[in-house]
């Protein structure tokens, strides 16, 4: 029996075992029927099917942490282990120093560590104590899952290409991010509003100081284009109301969004230190706004009749209206207090770093649409705003050097 009538075999049989088809059982008793007469070529085979998949999935535009936020909504929570165990063996192809910095980053968050280790289904199953069925079965709905991946913007080179030194990356204070988010943390968890107002208004005074100083630090050299890309996946419902909530944080700190309702995943684009800040101030918000909703409670028409999700709904895009326009008030405040003499080196950088920007962004969405969304329930807008005006935010406060 060849490899080659196996790996013939895989992707139909992938396709209908992801797909939950009734024919599923005949397509692994007929993988089955090969294991048994030699397991270690299934496993031989599945590895190479699997590692394909996922070398293709990079070239459609996936990095780690998108496979794995989404595959956390599609896959069954036990299939997880062997894709990252999967990913881990797909990239010791690589050299590392052919790996982009910021996807080892994110092979290191979602749990794939260096050195990365050889992928063996056999010995996976034993240490996962997973019996043999099972592990044809995980195998093939990962690949069936990883074959249904669209095209996305790639955000990265693939890996086994970069060059050192190819992109700029600006340094990080570590210190600095690690206490924004401890105090946005804080100001979560409290139940007292007076002390998540101290404590997120310390944070927005710290985002300010931070993203200010760097740009006034570029004034000084050559500006370097650092614009980039990042995805965040935003929970499930209400995608576009929390999309627009990203969006307006993203707006404030000079970034642009696109979403992919289907996916439930914002796209980013803007300066890197920019596009940081936004991730956190927008995951500590969309936190915040899933809070009130929640707290606002259920709504019940005239007639009895239930419209909670049109109320959730136009609750949030209030919410993300109203905290859009407290931050770019906040933004042009935190810029109008810069002293004069660094305002006028300020502002070229600023401009520069907006032109960087948008060229990045028409080059990775040449083609999008804007689209407007009605509001159908006034109770909830009505809700939302009044929710985002208590929400723990203040003005951007002067920036001192």
């Not at 204070?173 to 690690?178: D, I, R, S, V």
């Not at 710290?206 to 935003?234: H, Q």
Request: aromatic share 6%.
């Amino acid at each position: 029996m060849s490899d080659e009538e196996i790996l013939r075999l895989l992707p139909v049989a992938a396709t209908i075992v992801a797909g939950r088809d009734d024919r599923a059982d005949g397509q692994l008793a007929r993988l089955g029927a090969y294991d048994e007469r030699d397991q270690a070529q299934v496993d031989r085979c599945l590895q190479v099917f699997l590692a394909g998949l996922l070398r293709i999935t990079w070239e459609r535009g996936w990095a780690p942490a998108d496979v794995v936020q989404h595959g956390r909504r599609e896959l069954d929570p036990r299939v997880e282990p062997l894709l990252l165990a999967a990913i881990s063996a797909e990239h010791q192809r690589y050299k590392a120093a052919t790996i982009d910095p910021r996807w080892l980053d994110q092979l290191t968050d979602v749990g794939v560590p260096q050195p990365f280790t050889e992928l063996t289904l056999t010995a996976w199953a034993a240490a996962a104590r997973v019996g043999r069925y099972l592990t044809l079965h995980h195998a093939l709905s990962l690949a069936g899952f990883l074959q249904s991946l669209p095209v996305l913007a790639r955000l990265y080179p693939l890996p086994g290409t970069t060059v050192l030194g190819e992109h700029h990356v600006v340094p990080v204070n570590g210190k600095m991010l690690a206490r924004i988010r401890r105090l946005l943390a804080k100001a979560e968890a409290t139940e007292f509003p007076d002390e998540a107002e101290a404590l997120s208004g310390k944070a927005q005074e710290l985002m300010a100081k931070f993203s200010l100083d760097s740009a006034l630090v570029d004034a000084e050299v050559e500006i370097p284009d650092d614009s980039a890309g990042r995805r965040l996946w935003v929970d499930t419902p209400y995608v576009s109301a929390k999309a627009q909530l990203v969006g307006a944080v993203a707006s404030a700190n000079r970034c642009r969004t696109v979403v992919i309702d289907n996916l439930a995943v914002v796209t980013i684009v803007g300066a890197e230190l920019d596009l940081q800040l936004t991730e956190i101030l927008s995951t500590s918000l969309l936190v915040q706004a899933n809070r009130a909703m929640l707290a606002a409670g259920k709504h019940i028409g005239h007639r009895g009749e239930s419209r909670t999700r049109s109320f959730r709904q136009s609750f949030l895009m209030a919410y993300a209206q109203r905290i859009g326009e407290r931050l770019e008030a906040s933004t042009a405040a935190t810029q109008a207090a810069v002293p004069e003499p660094d305002a006028g080196r300020l502002l070229p950088v600023l401009a520069k770093r907006e032109e960087q920007v948008d060229a990045l962004f028409t080059k990775l969405f040449p083609n999008t649409t804007t689209r407007r969304t009605r509001i159908t329930n006034g109770a909830g807008w009505n809700a939302g705003l009044t929710a985002a005006d208590q929400a723990q935010l203040d003005a951007r406060r002067q920036v001192r050097r």
